[in-house]
T-cell receptor, first 116, second 111 residues
Framework: GAGVSQTPSNKVTEKGKYVELRCDPI?????LYWYRQSLGQGPEFLIY????????DSGLPNDRFFAVRPEGSVSTLKIQRTERGDSAVYLC??????????????FGPGTRLTVL | GQQLNQSPQSMFIQEGEDVSMNCTSS?????WLWYKQEPGEGPVLLIA?????ELTSNGRLTAQFGITRKDSFLNISASIPSDVGIYFC???????????FGTGTRLKVLA
């Protein structure tokens, strides 16, 4: 079946602009996660959705970052007033229900964001 | 944010050689996972470990959950060129969903 998909695959923007990154999770997965991966580093947690609600947004770096999942499926990560330090690969993952140690997270290919 | 320590950072090996890498943490985890990431792709799960001392294989890959629950090891036997990539460990505390990733081990296989 289809895996997690993310669009766009690459996004180049100018400092100060607004960007939206989209994630389509695996069909039927109620849990969705956003991670950020800086160059040469492992992914770092940003936010976790259970259904439509953000159950944990403790990883969002500041209030310029916001994410939504209005219908419990597709999610959009929104970044306002982008800064050069926001440049990274933004990964989305989904899992069956977000509960239990065997609830494996499956990752999308990521969106590479470059802020000039 | 918190990242687990992985070593080595990078490895250049000859095709056919065995590879060992490890991951350590200052915290105890209840689950250890190993992912592989290739350029332009997201991490792909290789092995998941759920009990201290557990040894699990997936083809030529073998991983172990350290008995202290603060470390994990991944071995690749008889490496082949398609093993090239970055290998990440990740830890998970019981009752949580927030994967804590390692810094990665970059593997290059010379044919």
């Amino acid at each position: 079946g289809a895996g997690v998909s993310q669009t766009p695959s690459n996004k180049v923007t100018e400092k100060g602009k607004y960007v939206e990154l989209r994630c389509d999770p695996i069909s039927g997965h109620t849990a969705l996660y956003w991670y950020r991966q800086s160059l040469g580093q492992g992914p770092e947690f940003l936010i976790y959705f259970q259904g439509t609600g953000a159950a944990d947004d403790s990883g969002l770096p500041n209030d310029r970052f916001f994410a939504v999942r209005p219908e419990g499926s597709v999610s959009t990560l929104k970044i306002q007033r982008t800064e050069r330090g926001d440049s990274a690969v933004y990964l989305c993952a989904s899992s069956s229900n977000g509960q239990g140690i065997k609830d494996t997270q499956y990752f999308g290919p990521g969106t590479r964001l470059t802020v000039l | 944010g918190q990242q687990l320590n992985q070593s080595p950072q990078s490895m250049f090996i000859q095709e056919g050689e065995d590879v060992s890498m490890n991951c350590t943490s200052s915290s105890i985890f209840n689950t250890w996972l190993w992912y592989k990431q290739e350029p332009g792709e997201g991490p792909v799960l290789l092995i998941a470990l759920y009990k201290a001392g557990e040894l699990t294989s997936n083809g030529r890959l073998t991983a172990q959950f350290g008995i202290t629950r603060k470390d994990s090891f991944l071995n690749i036997s008889a490496s082949i060129p398609s093993d090239v990539g970055i290998y990440f460990c990740a830890g998970l505390w019981s009752g949580t969903y927030k994967y804590i990733f390692g810094t990665g081990t970059r593997l290059k296989v010379l044919a």
